[in-house]
């Protein structure tokens, strides 16, 4: 016998149905924790995660923790890929959950950027092959952790990119790198001294996103025939290549720790930076943008 979880909404509230499933009549593993979903095909030895935290999917610490042990998991079991989407279509994810920032605790920023940081490395230096469905907005943190996948599809009218410098606050240079190493360095520059969200169309043609699809079943098939068309590509020598192309900015973002996190901690906990997040904050929770 297998343990399923099966989560399901009754009358707005979320029920949690723990299920026996024979193993023999089994397609799909299941083994998804509080705030991220995942199902694994086993036929095709493909995972689907989709961020599950209502009411936009914010990345706060526990969000982190259990995509990266998650992700630990699928490499474990060598799954053939993980296709990352959103369990609520419309918001890939809000972004960083704005309440971890609205701290002075420089022990808590630093606990907070660390994960971030491992998150994305972890998502970014996996060898298993990884797919991001944007099936809706996916602004700052959104944007940061779909560049970390080898490909990406996103679902038509939504917004994606890096908004920090219109917040007031700094995006770290490392995602100013990815994104430069997608859409060069000149249209780089712009969009982040702009602090510019692109449409899906304009990300396109930027080459931030690969495909456009119309909606989340199209981006989960073409996220499979993705995958499919690895399967015979010899894995040793398909991983070894995505680490060389990837180790350059590895080493970079890795000797760069410290005063990354430095950075970080002192940009966020000064009260100049704090009052501006609050003020974000306020004008979040009336939509007066
Ligand atoms: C000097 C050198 C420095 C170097 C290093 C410094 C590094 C600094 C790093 C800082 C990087 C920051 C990255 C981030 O990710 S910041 C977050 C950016 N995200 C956003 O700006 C998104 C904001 N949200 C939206 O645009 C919309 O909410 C969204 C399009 C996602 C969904 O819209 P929708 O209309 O469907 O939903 P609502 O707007 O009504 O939102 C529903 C409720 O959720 C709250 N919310 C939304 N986003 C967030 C968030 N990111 N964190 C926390 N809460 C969020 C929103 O207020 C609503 O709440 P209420 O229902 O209570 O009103």
């Given amino acids: 016998?297998?343990?399923?979880?099966?989560?399901?909404?009754?009358?707005?509230?979320?029920?949690?149905?723990?299920?026996?499933?024979?193993?023999?009549?089994?397609?799909?593993?299941?083994?998804?924790?509080?705030?991220?979903?995942?199902?694994?095909?086993?036929?095709?030895?493909?995972?689907?995660?989709?961020?599950?935290?209502?009411?936009?999917?914010?990345?706060?610490?526990?969000?982190?923790?259990?995509?990266?042990?998650?992700?630990?998991?699928l490499e474990q079991q060598k799954v053939n890929?993980?296709?990352?989407?959103?369990?609520?279509?419309?918001i890939l994810t809000g972004g960083i959950d704005i309440a971890e920032l609205q701290t002075i605790?420089?022990?808590?920023?630093?606990?907070?950027?660390?994960?971030?940081r491992d998150t994305f490395l972890k998502l970014y230096n996996t060898p298993l092959l990884t797919v991001a469905v944007i099936n809706g907005h996916s602004p700052a943190g959104g944007c940061l952790f779909s560049t970390a996948c080898d490909y990406r599809v996103m679902t038509r009218n939504y917004n994606i990119g890096g908004n920090e410098t219109q917040l007031g606050l700094v995006a770290p240079i490392w995602f100013m790198d990815r994104v430069a190493d997608l859409?060069?360095?000149?249209?780089?520059?712009?969009?982040?001294?702009?602090?510019?969200?692109?449409s899906t169309d304009e990300a396109h043609k930027l080459g931030l996103i690969d495909e456009i699809v119309e909606n989340t079943a199209e981006g989960l098939s073409k996220a499979q025939i993705i995958i499919n068309s690895f399967a015979n590509v010899p894995k040793k020598a398909r991983e070894i290549s995505k680490r060389f192309t990837r180790q350059?900015?590895?080493?970079?973002?890795?000797?760069?720790?410290?005063?990354?996190?430095?950075?970080?901690?002192?940009h966020i906990g000064s009260n100049e930076t704090q009052k501006i997040i609050e003020q974000y904050m306020q004008k979040l929770k009336s939509k007066r943008f």
């Fill in 1 to 73: 016998m297998f343990k399923g979880i099966c989560r399901e909404t009754h009358n707005g509230n979320m029920v949690t149905k723990i299920l026996k499933i024979p193993k023999f009549f089994t397609c799909i593993r299941n083994f998804s924790s509080e705030n991220v979903l995942v199902e694994v095909n086993n036929k095709t030895n493909t995972a689907i995660l989709r961020l599950s935290r209502p009411p936009v999917n914010g990345l706060n610490l526990e969000v982190l923790n259990e995509f990266e042990s998650l992700l630990s998991q």
């Fill in 81 to 90: 890929g993980v296709i990352i989407t959103s369990n609520k279509e419309g």
């Fill in 105 to 116: 605790d420089q022990r808590r920023l630093k606990k907070y950027w660390t994960t971030f």
């Fill in 183 to 198: 859409i060069g360095h000149r249209q780089a520059e712009l969009a982040f001294t702009q602090g510019k969200l692109f």
């Fill in 248 to 266: 350059q900015f590895l080493d970079k973002m890795i000797r760069d720790t410290d005063d990354d996190i430095r950075h970080f901690v002192n």
